[in-house]
């Protein structure tokens, strides 16, 4: 069993940064990627970034160059770095990872807006 819990979401203007954190629990040593998904209202989730436990990362074409990930592996979280934030990125952000079946956080929102 993992449990994630995801955090940091808010309210921010166009332009504007936020990092949000996915704090993983249970059995993490099973953990060999973790991603983050968006799902905007009436959409469906989408996935935007991927970071492996050797610390490779991958991004989707809409958020490439303006969004980075990272682990802290002695804290057990990964970390969303949003930087130049748009309207179009208001969504609730997920994290997940996939060990044996896949785990789903909460979901934290992101509005941007002025």
């Known amino acids: 069993q993992v449990q994630l819990v995801e955090s940091g979401g808010g309210l921010v203007h166009p332009g504007g940064s936020l990092r949000l954190s996915c704090a993983a629990s249970?059995?993490?040593?099973?953990?060999?990627?973790v991603d983050w998904y968006r799902q905007a209202p009436g959409q469906q989730r989408d996935w935007i970034a991927t970071i492996t436990r050797g610390g490779s990362t991958n991004y989707a074409d809409s958020v490439k160059g303006r969004f980075t990930i990272s682990g802290d592996n002695a804290k057990n979280t990964v970390y969303l770095q949003m930087d130049d934030l748009k309207p179009e990125d208001t969504a609730v952000y997920y994290c997940?990872?996939?060990?044996?079946?896949?785990?789903w956080g909460q979901g934290t929102q992101v509005t941007v807006s002025s």
């Open positions: 997940s990872t996939f060990t044996g079946r896949i785990y």
């Open positions: 249970g059995s993490i040593f099973s953990i060999n990627a």
